[in-house]
């Protein structure tokens, strides 16, 4: 009864780090693309045509 209460909290735990961990790298990934200065010059024309910006 005690090893099976173990093993959801340990899923439950797993499923809550691997969100934490996509959520990290796609952030860090998202500001890797904000510092290459392509990318930046690629968004500003993309915003400005749409009148975005």
Known sequence: MNSS????RNIKL?????????MTS?????????????FKNFLA???SCSGAG
Do not use: D, R
């Open 5 to 8: 209460l173990t093993t959801a």
């Open 14 to 22: 797993n499923k809550f780090s691997k969100i934490a961990l996509t």
């Open 45 to 47: 024309s993309a915003f």
């Open 26 to 38: 796609s952030t860090f990934f998202l500001y890797g693309l904000g510092q290459a200065p392509i």
